[in-house]
């Protein structure tokens, strides 16, 4: 389904020096499967995701979709092809509400549905229709309207960034599982998952791991997992003064 074969990204440091963030990555998603990304922070995740979406653009290598080579496309053209991003840190648009929002990701969506889709990432629908998707919103909020259009978007990929990121501990687990209950097992559509989640990387058909900017480790859960379990186990408990915040299934 989609490619990445050789693909190279370089920016404009402040300094005016030129750094290449993400070397040589190939990568293939296939249809139907569920793909977890995960490593450090600043690995390089976030602008594999960029550069598939279209709005890094890449120096070296070729993106396939289908078969079609989509480097020169724009991210909208990419996203009429069946592409969709929900951003780690979603802009915001001032002067447009969440109901505009939604019917651009799928227009004529009708009132019902969207209001399914609010609820899905637990926002009541009365309260946020009409809300304006500016900096009126909270960090969490924004996250999970972002994953809500997304989500209506139906796109046949669909790669969401780190969806877990700013959402309280009550709702991480019931967002993560409305895209895995989407996603898992669906022959239609195909799904990546920027994510650290213990609770999501192990149930993923394959496991991802990017470091320096390079694929590190790529296979199934019962491959990787025990690679990064610990790593994740120990940052958990960082985290939580020595008391895992969730059981590991
Ligand atoms: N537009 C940019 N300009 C300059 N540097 C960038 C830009 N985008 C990314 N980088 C750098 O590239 C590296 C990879 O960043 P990226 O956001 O892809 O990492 P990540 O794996 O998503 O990290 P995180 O887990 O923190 O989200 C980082 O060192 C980052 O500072
Ligand atoms: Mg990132």
Same mark, same amino acid.
Request: charged share 30%; net charge negative; with cysteine.
């Given at each position: 389904?989609?490619?990445?074969?050789?693909?190279?990204? #370089?920016?404009?440091?402040?300094?005016?020096?030129?750094?290449?963030?993400?070397?040589?990555?190939?990568?293939?998603?296939?249809?139907? *499967?569920?793909?977890?990304?995960?490593?450090?922070?600043?690995?390089?995740?976030?602008?594999?995701?960029?550069?598939?979406?279209?709005?890094?653009?890449?120096?070296?290598?070729?993106?396939?979709?289908?078969?079609?080579?989509?480097?020169?496309?724009?991210?909208?053209?990419?996203?009429?092809?069946?592409?969709?991003?929900?951003?780690?840190?979603?802009?915001?648009?001032?002067?447009?509400?969440?109901?505009?929002?939604?019917?651009?990701?799928?227009?004529?969506?009708?009132?019902?549905?969207?209001?399914?889709?609010?609820?899905?990432?637990?926002?009541?629908?009365?309260?946020?229709?009409? /809300?304006?998707?500016?900096?009126?919103?909270?960090?969490?909020?924004?996250?999970?309207?972002? &994953?809500?259009?997304?989500?209506?978007?139906? #796109?046949?990929?669909?790669?969401?960034?780190?969806?877990? #990121?700013?959402?309280?501990?009550?709702?991480?687990?019931?967002?993560?599982?409305?895209?895995?209950?989407?996603?898992?097992?669906?022959?239609?559509?195909? #799904?990546?998952?920027?994510?650290?989640?213990?609770?999501?990387?192990?149930?993923?058909?394959?496991?991802?791991?990017?470091?320096?900017?390079?694929?590190?480790? /790529?296979?199934?859960?019962?491959?990787?997992?025990?690679? &990064?379990?610990?790593?994740?186990?120990?940052?958990?408990?960082?985290?939580? *003064?020595?008391?895992?915040?969730?059981? &590991?299934?």
């Amino acid at each position: 389904m989609l490619i990445m074969e050789n693909v190279t990204m #370089a920016v404009d440091g402040d300094d005016g020096e030129n750094r290449e963030i993400i070397h040589d990555i190939n990568l293939e998603f296939q249809p139907g *499967r569920l793909y977890a990304v995960t490593g450090p922070n600043g690995g390089g995740k976030t602008s594999i995701a960029k550069v598939i979406m279209g709005i890094y653009k890449h120096s070296r290598g070729r993106i396939l979709f289908d078969g079609e080579d989509v480097s020169e496309l724009s991210v909208s053209e990419r996203a009429k092809k069946g592409i969709a991003y929900a951003f780690q840190q979603p802009p915001r648009f001032k002067g447009l509400t969440v109901t505009d929002l939604l019917g651009i990701a799928k227009p004529g969506m009708d009132n019902l549905a969207m209001r399914k889709y609010l609820r899905d990432v637990g926002l009541c629908p009365e309260d946020y229709m009409e /809300r304006d998707v500016g900096p009126g919103l909270s960090g969490g909020e924004m996250k999970r309207i972002e &994953i809500a259009q997304v989500l209506a978007r139906e #796109a046949r990929l669909s790669i969401f960034d780190e969806p877990e #990121a700013g959402v309280d501990l009550w709702t991480i687990q019931k967002l993560l599982g409305i895209i895995i209950q989407r996603f898992k097992n669906n022959d239609h559509a195909t #799904a990546v998952i920027i994510t650290h989640n213990e609770n999501v990387l192990p149930i993923c058909d394959e496991i991802i791991v990017v470091e320096d900017g390079l694929i590190k480790e /790529r296979g199934t859960p019962a491959e990787i997992w025990p690679l &990064i379990k610990d790593d994740i186990e120990c940052k958990m408990k960082e985290q939580c *003064r020595g008391e895992m915040l969730y059981e &590991i299934e």
